[in-house]
């Protein structure tokens, strides 16, 4: 059974840092990619970052560039975010979400961790 | 405002027939494959279509997808009171270089 367990969040302060992490069962984590995507409060889905399975290609978002790295450990099967210069627009839960076949259709979800940053 | 148009809402009674529509542009929709996604309330989201027009196994084929275009479109017919929940479109734009998504639709089934 595929799993995806996200943690990490928390409450930060403006200008904070914080590093989430996916931790991913089930698959063969290496031979897929990996997305986050978050949801702010009352808000629709944005979609943050993503790691291809293989040629390591990276994506961002604008909203999230410079200031968020992507990253995996595939001998530990888990997926990172860490983010870096927390705004308050940055409040939301934030899903891991694995990549069926490379075309951005995502078909597992974890059940997402929330992040707050509020003074 | 999303890259990708849905309407705010959309609603039907039991047992009817319901279309929820997702407009985009040449760089996503027009040129890569969409995908649809149901949130029930305080839920993480579930893929209901992929590459446009498919299903995955456990979604029954009450429910469909398409596109034409530069716009895509989710069906769903038998509406259940358990179809109630925010739908969500989505594509890869290779002009941003980044996933986008519509804004969501919620559907009401009255």
């Known amino acids: 059974e595929v799993q995806l367990v996200e943690s990490g969040g928390g409450l930060v302060k403006p200008g904070g840092s914080l590093r989430l992490s996916c931790a991913a069962s089930?698959?063969?984590?290496?031979?897929?990619?990996m997305n986050w995507v978050r949801q702010a409060p009352g808000k629709g889905l944005e979609w943050v970052s993503s790691?291809?399975?293989?040629?390591?290609?990276?994506y961002y978002a604008d909203s999230v560039k410079g200031r968020f790295t992507i990253s995996r450990d595939n001998a530990k099967n888990t997926l990172y975010l860490q983010m870096n210069s927390l705004r308050a627009e940055d409040t939301a839960v934030y899903y891991c979400?694995?990549?069926?076949?490379?075309?951005?259709?995502?078909?597992?979800w974890g059940q997402g961790t929330l992040v707050t940053v509020s003074s | 405002q999303s890259v990708l148009t849905q309407p705010p809402s959309v609603s039907a009674a039991p047992g009817q027939k319901v279309t929820i529509s997702c407009s985009g542009s040449?760089?996503?929709?027009?040129?890569?494959?969409v995908s649809w996604y149901q949130q029930l309330p305080g839920t993480a989201p579930k893929l209901l279509i992929y590459?446009?027009?498919k299903r995955p196994s456990v979604i029954p084929d009450r429910i469909s997808g398409s596109k034409s275009g530069t716009s895509a479109t989710l069906g769903i017919t038998g509406l259940q009171t358990g179809d109630e929940a925010d739908y969500y479109c989505g594509a890869w734009d290779s002009s941003l270089s980044a996933m986008v998504f519509g804004g969501g639709t919620k559907l009401t089934v009255l």
């Open positions: 790691f291809s399975g293989s040629y390591s290609y990276i």
């Open positions: 040449s760089s996503n929709i027009g040129g890569n494959y």
């Open positions: 590459d446009s027009n």
């Open positions: 089930g698959f063969t984590f290496s031979s897929y990619s």
């Open positions: 979400a694995r990549d069926r076949g490379n075309y951005y259709n995502l078909d597992y």
